[in-house]
């Protein structure tokens, strides 16, 4: 089998199916294997019907004494299956007897309608398969494995998987794999695909497919499992523990990979001679003057590391690590002003439309405030064709111009005059490809990275080996901490008044849902329904605006210059607000369905507010029938450190157990995660350093699979494709 071989060479994969592969990045057959599941699911004991709650994956057992009916009037065409309301509170195991089910006259709902006996009812639903009705057989027992949902107080076992109760006795021994998917494909189409491309691989001469990349010899210091073997059980995983074997095999290699590339580029990379002549003295001075606080002394060593290696001998590659509010932005702007005032252009890369305008913005004060003269421009995709013409040729022309963008700033038409600072966030942290692209273009600029990922210093060094790290370790002092609560949909009221009352004080208010829109996967509040509720409760008190990635950049830009200048009071959003946001006059942040957040995320979202004088306050509401309080939730309400927070989230995660959200996405890793695996991630780094102190070209027999696969991953970075590890 040859893993460049397009997807559809796999039997039953036409062209409708590639299509749907390629949408979500899957071309070849190496891309499926590599295509791991996001999650899996091992199937829980069947339960009581009376014991089931809105939201959860659960089993029932039923015995069928009435097939489903079919709604064929509703475009749905939805098959229900009416399950008794009362269950009889043995009906736990398979063994037990089953709660009968029969047909009803009427499917549609009545509100509050009760079973008889006083149990909730109960119905499983199917949409658009009308044939279910012939599936279920009377007579027949069966289990129904599904999400369960409540609507007008009827619950529902939605779309449920049907098995017959041996089939789903043997399912529970084995660990199934549940894919990202997209709309159109389905989980059952990978799942086949996958086992196909598999079994293709292992039936194949081993040599040639899946052949281990790692010599023998590391993977017994490591006991790591085999790569072939690792491949099939992070796809269908006999057991839990071999899922487990597998994984933490290809996060070995994942971070094995990663740091011999990076230091492999190191090597390659020689260190840029500066060309910059400064004929001007420093404005670090000036701006420290003139800068309405004091900066910490944290900040101020920063500030100086950067300054220093504007002029020193090489380039700089610097990263500024600090948590979020620490200060990052005024070192940047600070250096742009330096490259400015020496007669040069600097350029400031930001991950969003909305981001790159506020910090357009400051800038522009900033400038001012230090009484410098300089062009300020803004490059976006949002910009107007007339804009955009206008913001290239300042760009093209105007040697000391401030530049401020989003991606759009390397794209090819953009003609730098003399650029000499680029800064980005570790978002956009600069590839080989951009920088070889702007080397390209003969512009050598310094390098300024900011990170506000809490990881230790050793991990750092680790994970940033080509960069020079300045961490800043202190907030600003004069700042409140912030003040959190964990609450539950009980409290809303309360919290609204709460809300009102800092409104009335002038302050301005963040609330954050998960959703965009309603869902029929995901429970949750969404934006839109949540925005009119909001509008509801606040009329003639507050005015609320409306934020989300679907908007248009430029709604988004209207919506979010009226909150910066207080027109809006109250800002409902997704989480595109996370990142860098700052408006000081905002006091609270209120956010909905908060379990469903990674904790590095909240930190994230909390760290929008306590940006001013003002007290600031976080609300964590956690989604309904949340009865077991929140670990995760209550190291948040703790600790404001990123640092702590994250040590922590570490210690109640465990090392086995990567079930959970992903902690952070900061890093471009498929399965690794940086916090989880820290000790994987120190290994894999000795390890790397060993094989390049031995062997520095990887030129030895045994580090040749190594050392293909290197260059595979450069190929397809280079060609900007796609990116595997
Ligand atoms: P981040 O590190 O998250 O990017 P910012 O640079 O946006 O943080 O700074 C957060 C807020 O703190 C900004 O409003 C900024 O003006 C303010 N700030 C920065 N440094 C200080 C300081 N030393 N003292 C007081 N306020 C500061
Ligand atoms: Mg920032």
Redesign the pocket.
Known sequence: MNLDAPVSELKGIGKKTEELFHAVGVYTIRDILLYFPRDYISYPDVKDPADLAPGEHAAIYVHITRPPIVNTKSRLKTAILQIGGQAPSHVNSLRCQAPSCGEVEKPEPLAGAKAPGGAQELRAIWFHQPYIRSVLKKGQDYVLYGRVAEKNGILYLEQPLIHSPEQYLDLQKTVQPVYQLTKGLGNNTVKKAVDQALSDCVSDDETAALRDRLPEQIRQKYELCGYAYAIQNIHFPVDVNACIEARKRLVFDEFLLFLLQMHLMKEQEEKTANHLTFSKESILPEIIERLPYQLTGAQQRAMEDVFADLRGPYTMQRLIQGD?GSG??VIAFSAMLEISLQGYQSAIMAPTDVLARQHANKLTAFCEQMGVDAPVVLLTGSLKAAQKREALEIIRSKKNALIVGTHALFQECVEYANLALVVT?EQHRFGVKQRAGLAEKGELPHYLV?S?TPIPRTLAIILYGDLDISVIDEVPAMRLPIKNCVVDPTWRNNAYSFIEKQVAAGHQVYIVCPLVEPSEEMDGENVIEYTKKIRDRFQGIATVGMLHGRMKPEEKNAVMEAFLQGVTQILVSTTVIE??V?VPNATVMMVENAERFGLAQLHQLRGRVGRGDAQSYCIFMQGKKANTENERLSILNRSNDGFEIAREDLKLRGPGDFFGIRQSGTFSFQLADVFQDMAMLQKASEEAKEILAVDPDLAAPEHFMLKKELRRMAAQSASGERFHI
């Open positions: 979020v990052k932005t966030d900011m506000a990142v860098g700052d």
